[in-house]
Each structure stands twice: as structure tokens, then as C-alpha cells.
């Protein structure tokens, strides 16, 4: 079993910054992806950014060039810095940690609000 805790979320204006951060507890060692999705009110979860133990990284083309994923492979901690945030960013971000079987798990998520 792997637990994930995210932290980060907040309130920013349109235009600003917000880091999040994902830490993986358990067996780690069976982690080959992490990444973020995200799911707006009304709608379904989505795809941010993931990143693999090598260091692929693959976005959402909605988030390319303002979105950064990053992570610390020894501790399996995921990072998503977030920048010039829009209104539709808005949502519920959830960390994703995907095992060498396939098998996904997911934090409880993290709200960012982003105000116009």
C-alpha cells in the first residue's frame, strides 16, 4: 500500500503562483509514476502532469509552460509549481502514485481557488 498527503493548496489571484507538494508513505519502492490530476466542479478528473522514476514528464497541454513538475526520486515526493494561474485552474488537485502493476493510488486532494 502507498499513502500520499498533498499540501499547497490556497487562494491566489489570476496571474499568481502556488507550489504544491505530494509525499508518499509505505511501499514506496513500487512507485514507477507520480503526478497530479485535478477535477473541476461538475466535471470529471483530469490529467495535469506525471512524471516517471526515470524523469519523463508528460502535461495537459492546458497547463504547458506554466506548470512545472518536479520531484525527489529517493523520497518520493512530487512537487507542482504553479504559475500565472488562471480562473480555470480552479479545481481539487490530487496526487497520483502509480505502482509498477498499474496500480493507482490517490491523496485526498488539495483545493486551488484562483480568483479573477
Known amino acids: 500500500q502507498v499513502q500520499l498527503v498533498e499540501s499547497g493548496g490556497g487562494l491566489v489571484q489570476a496571474g499568481g503562483s502556488l507550489r504544491l507538494s505530494c509525499a508518499a508513505s509505505?511501499?514506496?519502492?513500487?512507485?514507477?509514476?507520480m503526478g497530479w490530476y485535478r477535477q473541476a466542479p461538475g466535471e470529471q478528473r483530469e490529467l495535469v502532469a506525471t512524471?516517471?522514476?526515470?524523469?519523463?514528464?508528460n502535461y495537459a497541454d492546458s497547463v504547458k509552460g506554466r506548470f512545472t513538475i518536479s520531484g525527489d526520486n529517493a523520497k518520493k515526493s512530487v512537487y507542482l509549481q504553479m504559475n500565472s494561474l488562471k480562473p480555470e485552474d480552479t479545481a481539487v488537485y490530487y496526487c497520483l502514485g502509480r505502482n509498477y502493476f498499474g496500480m493507482d493510488y490517490w491523496g485526498e486532494g488539495t483545493l486551488v481557488t484562483v480568483s479573477s
Open positions: 509505505g511501499a514506496i519502492f513500487t512507485i514507477k509514476t
Open positions: 512524471m516517471t522514476v526515470s524523469g519523463t514528464t
